[in-house]
C-alpha cells in the first residue's frame, strides 16, 4: 500500500518537473552552476589556507627531545691532577735564631793571670773601685804582710733575698807580690768565731782546700759591730811568685722588717763558693807572652 503511493508521488513529481517552463529550468540550471562554482572555490581557499597553516606549523622548532639533549652534550675536558706539593723538594725555611745571653759572665785579668766566672745579674768591681770596696771594708785583706792590691770585686745583689737583712755580699781577688811561699800560707790574725747559737767563741782553724791543681790555704774570721755581723773566709794560694788571696764575705744588719726574716750566711756563702769554684790561674809564661802590662798600684793602703 505504501509502495504504490510511493511511486504515485515520484510520477506526479516527475510530470511536475517537466511542466516547469524553460526559461524557469535555465535560471535553476545557473543557479545550479553557480552554487557549484562558488562551493569550488570555497573549497580551493579551504585548501590554500590549509596548506599555508601547515607550513607554518612545520616551520616552528620542534622540541628537542631528551635522548637528543644527551647526544648532543658536549664532552667534559678530561681532569687535570696536579702534582703533590708534598712531593716537590721543601725550601729551606730561614728561621731567625734568638740567642740568649749566657747566664755566667767570665772575667780574666791578663796581668795577673786571674780567671773567673760570676753569674751575670751580679755586678763587677775592678782596678781603683775594687780597692775601695775592700778597703772600706770591715774585715779588709788578710795577707800577712802589707803590699796587697785588689785586683777584681764581684757584689751580689741585695734584691736576692728581698726583706731580708743581708747587708752586702761580695768575692774579691787580691794579689802581694811582697810575700814567700811561706808567708802566703799565713794570715794576718786569727779572729775568734762566734757561733750562732751564742755560745763561747771558736778559734778559726787554718785548713786546705784543692781548686784543679791548685792548693789553697783558708781561714775564717768574724767581725761585729752591734747587731751587724760580717763573716769572710780567705783562700791563700802561691802562684807565679805571687801570693794570690781570694776572699768570701757576708753581712747582716740583724734588724729585721715588718715581714722580713733573717738571712742564713751559710746559703750566701754557697753562692759565692760557686764562683771560687771556677778560678784559674795561668802560668807566668803564659801571662809574659800575651799581656807583658804590669798591673797599676793601688791608691788605697793595702794590708
Request: charged share 20%.
Amino acid at each position: 500500500m505504501n509502495r504504490i503511493n510511493l511511486f504515485r508521488n515520484l510520477s506526479v513529481r516527475s510530470k511536475a518537473f517537466r511542466s516547469v517552463p524553460a526559461t524557469l529550468e535555465s535560471v535553476t540550471w545557473g543557479k545550479t552552476n553557480f552554487d557549484k562554482a562558488s562551493s569550488t572555490l570555497v573549497f580551493a581557499g579551504l585548501l590554500i589556507v590549509c596548506s599555508v597553516a601547515v607550513g607554518c606549523s612545520s616551520d616552528q622548532p620542534k622540541p628537542a627531545k631528551s635522548t637528543n639533549q644527551v647526544a648532543m652534550t658536549q664532552p667534559m675536558p678530561p681532569i687535570t691532577t696536579t702534582p703533590d706539593a708534598t712531593a716537590l723538594p721543601a725550601k729551606p725555611v730561614h728561621k731567625k735564631v734568638v740567642r740568649k745571653a749566657p747566664v755566667t759572665v767570665t772575667y780574666a785579668d791578663k796581668t795577673s793571670g786571674v780567671s773567673f766566672q760570676y753569674p751575670r745579674k751580679y755586678s763587677l768591681e775592678t782596678g781603683d773601685a775594687a780597692n775601695q770596696l775592700v778597703a772600706s771594708d770591715p774585715v779588709p785583706m788578710n795577707f800577712v804582710q802589707p803590699g796587697g792590691v785588689a785586683i777584681a770585686a764581684v757584689t751580689l745583689p741585695t734584691s736576692v733575698y728581698p726583706n731580708g737583712d743581708l747587708a752586702a755580699a761580695f768575692f774579691d781577688v787580691s794579689v802581694n807580690k811582697a810575700l814567700t811561699a811561706e808567708q802566703c800560707g799565713e794570715f794576718s790574725e786569727a779572729k775568734p768565731t762566734t757561733p750562732a747559737d751564742g755560745t763561747a767563741p771558736a778559734t778559726a782553724q787554718a785548713s786546705k782546700l784543692m781548686i784543679g791543681d791548685m792548693e789553697l790555704q783558708s781561714s775564717e774570721t768574724l767581725a761585729s759591730q752591734g747587731a751587724r755581723e760580717e763573716r769572710a773566709k780567705y783562700y791563700h794560694g802561691f802562684e807565679n811568685g805571687t801570693c794570690y788571696e781570694f776572699a768570701l764575705k757576708v753581712a747582716t744588719s740583724g734588724v729585721e722588717t715588718e715581714g722580713g726574716k733573717h738571712v742564713d750566711s751559710k746559703e750566701v756563702f754557697q753562692r759565692l763558693e760557686k764562683i771560687l769554684a771556677t778560678v784559674k790561674i795561668t802560668p807566668t809564661t803564659e801571662v809574659t807572652a800575651s799581656a807583658p802590662t804590669t798591673p797599676s798600684a793601688a791608691a788605697a793602703p793595702a794590708q
